[in-house]
């Protein structure tokens, strides 16, 4: 597998004090940030936009090399992702992972800079992030079957090729929900066809949950509940990241 990747999800920051949080888990041995961003339509629960990730850009230099420490890994847990990418991107977004399913299910509307072309394939998503100069990620809930993906990271043309496949372990939404095990087995699958691919896990990984993920094969490990406002997240970081890396 690649190498380990710890991603905290600032959904369990205390957002008062949102800058201080981000920087502190970059010097706790984060490397990158997860920004779950969730519009009340493609999930049940409203967290943040665009201004938040401006201003924390402030607080996170920017990675230097991609995939680098302090890159800003956007969750978009949104209908129609395309409308925010050129937002996402102007904000500091080095990441724009977006739902599978919000793609398909996406309907005609204009982005921001009045593009009306709202496109609902993934592999044109894909491109269009790319062109932005983002690094592109395709997200699926527990329930979607791993089998959507294969035709996406076939790809012939390399601009339509993600850079990161996350496998939700929980029903996108909340914070600090139970994991399950049974998306694993699209885990396996991805690493016994993409070795050097991304791949993410998201929801209720911590270190109870840790060994079967990295067992699996993800490399790219998200944790919300397990990292914040606890007394030693520093340790927490570095328990992550020797289970994926033993
Ligand atoms: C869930 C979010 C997750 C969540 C992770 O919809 O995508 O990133 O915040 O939180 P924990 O690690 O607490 O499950
Ligand atoms: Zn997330």
Redesign the pocket.
């Known amino acids: 597998s690649p190498a380990a990747i710890i991603a905290p999800?600032i959904?369990?920051a205390d957002f008062a004090d949102l800058g201080n949080e981000c920087s502190t888990k970059i010097k706790q041995g984060a490397d990158w940030l997860?920004i779950?961003v969730?519009d009340g339509h493609f999930?049940p629960?409203i967290t943040l936009g665009a201004p938040i990730v401006t201003s924390i850009r402030d607080h996170v230099e920017r990675p230097s090399v991609k995939h680098g420490k302090g890159t800003f890994d956007c969750?978009m847990?949104v209908a129609e992702p395309k409308r925010w990418v050129k937002n996402f991107q102007e904000a500091g977004c080095d990441l724009f992972c977006f739902h599978y399913e919000a793609a398909i299910n996406s309907t005609a509307a204009e982005t921001p800079d009045g593009d009306s072309d709202l496109n609902t394939n993934p592999k044109e998503m894909i491109r269009y992030i790319h062109e932005l100069g983002m690094l592109a990620g395709i997200a699926i809930k527990p329930e979607t079957k791993v089998d959507v993906l294969w035709d996406i990271l076939g790809s012939k043309n390399e601009k339509e090729v993600p850079d990161m496949v996350l496998v939700?372990t929980?029903?996108?939404?909340?914070?600090?929900?139970s994991?399950m095990p049974e998306p694993l087995t699209k885990v396996e699958e991805l690493r016994k066809r993409y070795p050097d691919l991304n791949i993410e896990v998201?929801?209720?990984?911590?270190p109870g949950t840790i060994d079967q993920a990295a067992v699996a094969g993800a490399n790219v490990i998200?944790?919300?509940?397990?990292?914040f406002g606890k007394p030693d997240p520093a340790a927490v970081i570095t328990l992550l990241r020797d289970a994926v890396e033993k």
């Not at 929980?170 to 929900?177: C, T, W």
């Not at 998200?222 to 990292?227: D, F, H, I, K, L």
């Open positions: 999800s959904l369990s997860h779950d969730m999930v629960n969750h847990m939700m929980v029903k996108p939404g909340f914070g600090g929900q994991f998201d929801g209720g990984l911590g998200v944790a919300g509940s397990a990292v």
